[in-house]
């Protein structure tokens, strides 16, 4: 627009990246589980680091689900299969999910999996009676393992030390993005601890001696309970409600007392299935270390709420959000 005088009064517009010579940041989309990239947006060596991770949890599958069909419900080998099958499902979700939202947790914990697993292979033909899928098996992993392991722990620092989603998802107040990192890190140990609980269940169950009704009706209800316990731990602590936050922490501590009776129990059948009662042992202590992180993790969570996190991470709308600093808390 001109005024009376010929000169134009209009005002300029606002000045983008690309005005600036920036190229624009890729864009997020939203899913059920938060703000994540498009796959189109993944660097090269990311696409590089799932394919093999996806190729290589394939083949464990498929050599894992031979194993199953082709040994007794009584062999050793039967429940080691079971346990890594249930950890390729979680591998597989770790992969994807860990690099579209960069989760530096979610990788490490694959990367931790994966060197796990690859002991357990080379003792298993080692120690075990020696087959071709188990040579075969053996194989594949010591030669994709140590990629997968490198390239997690490298991704993860990468995402770790440049926290670009967490940035484009609330912004530049570094307050929020403490919080946001710290919630993050609790969902992971969330699905961490749910893998955890679903393998004590599957070694308890196959390598007892005799699994009576009372371990039958604990195992199914406590199962319930932990899917449960984990929908609502996620669900409350995303939408910061006060009243799930509570009911969260009473039931916490019950699977605790359920995996130290069980861990106690061992002693039964420790002599005859030496690698089973120490697979059991080892998989109950970091159960138990876990669950304490998480409820150690979820109390500076919870004193974190109605500082604006979950309407610019998951658009939840809540109470107004109170300035850095007045009753907001990062440890």
């Known amino acids: 627009m001109a005024d009376s005088g010929g000169e134009d009064t209009s005002q300029p517009g606002p000045v983008s990246f690309a005005d600036l010579g920036i190229p624009q940041p890729p864009k997020l989309q939203d899913t059920l589980l938060g703000k994540a990239r498009q796959f189109q947006d993944v660097e090269v060596k990311e696409r590089v680091y799932i394919f093999v991770s996806l190729a290589t949890v394939l083949a464990t599958f498929g050599f894992t689900l031979y194993k199953i069909c082709t040994v007794a419900s009584s062999d050793p080998d039967f429940t080691f299969a079971l346990v890594l099958l249930v950890s390729t499902l979680f591998a597989v979700y770790y992969t994807l999910h860990g690099v579209l939202q960069e989760r530096a947790t979610e990788l490490l914990v694959l990367s931790i999996a994966t060197f796990v697993v690859l002991i357990y292979l080379i003792v298993n033909y ?168 998480i409820i150690i993790i979820a109390i500076f969570v919870v004193r974190n709420f109605n500082n604006g996190l979950k309407e610019k991470a998951f658009g939840v709308q809540g109470e107004q959000m109170q300035e850095p600093g007045q009753s907001g808390f990062v440890p």
């Open 126 to 293: 080692a120690a075990g009676r020696k087959d071709t899928v188990k040579l075969i098996r053996l194989i594949v992993a010591a030669v994709l393992c140590p990629f997968l392991i490198g390239m997690g722990l490298y991704l993860g620092l990468g995402y770790y030390r440049s926290g670009n989603l967490i940035f484009r998802t609330v912004g530049a107040n570094t307050h929020l993005q403490n919080i946001c990192r710290l919630l993050f890190l609790f969902f992971d140990l969330l699905k961490f601890d749910m893998q955890l609980s679903i393998s004590i269940v599957i070694l308890i169950l196959t390598s007892r001696l005799n699994v009576d009704t009372e371990d039958i009706v604990v195992l199914s209800v406590g199962g319930v309970v932990t899917i449960a316990w984990f929908i609502l731990a996620y669900d409350c602590m995303r939408r910061e409600n006060k009243v799930g936050a509570i009911i969260f922490f009473i039931f916490s501590p019950a699977e605790v007392a359920y995996v130290i009776y069980k861990l106690y129990q061992t002693a039964d059948y420790i002599d005859k299935y030496r690698g089973l009662a120490g697979s059991t042992i080892a998989c109950g202590i970091m159960a138990l270390a876990v669950r304490a992180f």
